[in-house]
């Protein structure tokens, strides 16, 4: 990069945002990192990630809530963001159904506030998370950005979906460039404690049980959280454009006449949870003990990501093969957590 450029990562604390921000600084970016520090899961963790970003002089870290309109105007006024990845929101299929107005507060007042903050600032690019739960209710596989999703069937997906739709309406009106990032269950090392390899991990090595809902028959695209990075730190300097081809008459729901598009960030090799558990138990060479549940409300029973509109566009696509991500994730938390096996 002949300049360096600055972008701003909400969400920075977070598990993709650590991941995410590290590789922008190795990649040469002066990275301002926003996150609220919230207390949805153990805070001592965001802290750890931020005192590994903290100690990049390119790195610097403003505790603030997306919700807070005047405090996010006050950040763009006093630095120029040409690029912007949102990442921060409440996160979480299930919590969504026991705490709905959180998905509301951080997801959408919070994302109206970076959209607003965008357009007035003249961002080049703002790339924004969504998820593959916006697939809902959909059944063809794989999941493709070009199949309508309608269907949400969480609060959660509903939304990520929302989102989609603010961001275009935003590229229409005010011709800001937007990138939609439908990423499909990430994994990887200073994962979020919430999640199923974090909760298995740590259940087993307590002589725990586990819960497995659906029986183990569930099926997930597991991605590796350096071919998440790896994908967004690729599209960051490619803006979108309108599609010239794009018609009214057959909308074509992954991109528009506008400078907007979706695209899945998956593995593209869907895997049953029983094996990821199998993968699990052969690395800490110890069984779990299975509490087999039925499907939750809220849950799909499988996910399954259509990358091929990614590849084209950033010649990459998620490859890591889940006993080689469970490796890197176990390494860690043996380490991190310094336990003994
Ligand atoms: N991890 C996954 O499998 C996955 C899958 C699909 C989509 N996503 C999306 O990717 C993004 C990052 O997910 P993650 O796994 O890193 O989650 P995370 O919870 O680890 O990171 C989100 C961060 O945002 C912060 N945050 C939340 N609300 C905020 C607010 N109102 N103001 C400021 N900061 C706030 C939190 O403190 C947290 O550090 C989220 O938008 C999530 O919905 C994640």
Redesign the pocket.
Known sequence: MSSVQSILV?????????HLSQKLLNAGYQVFG?????D??DQRL?MSRLDILKSNKNFSFHQ?????RNAINSLFSEHQFPYVV???????VRYSLTNPH?YL???LH?FLNILEACRHNNTKHLV??????VYGANKKMPFSVHHNVDHPISL?AAS?KSNELMAHTYSALYNLPTTG???????GPY??P??ALFLFTKAILENKPIDVFNNGKMRRDF?Y?DDIVESIVRLVPRPSKPNAEWSGMTPDPATSFAPYRVFNIGNNKPVELLRFIEVIEEKLGKKAVKNLLPLQDGDVPETFADVEDLRLEVDFKPSTPIEEGIDKFISWYIKYYNITV
């Not at 603030?64 to 807070?68: A, K």
């Not at 990032?181 to 994994?187: K, N």
């Open positions: 909400t969400g920075a604390a977070g598990f993709i945002g650590f926003l996150d609220n520090l919230n949805y899961y965001k603030l809530d997306l919700t807070d949102n990442l921060a929101a409440q996160a979480g959180a507060e951080s997801n919070g924004y998370a969504s998820s593959s739960s959660y990520k990032l439908r990423f499909f269950t990430v994994y994962g979020r919430d999640m991605t959280v």
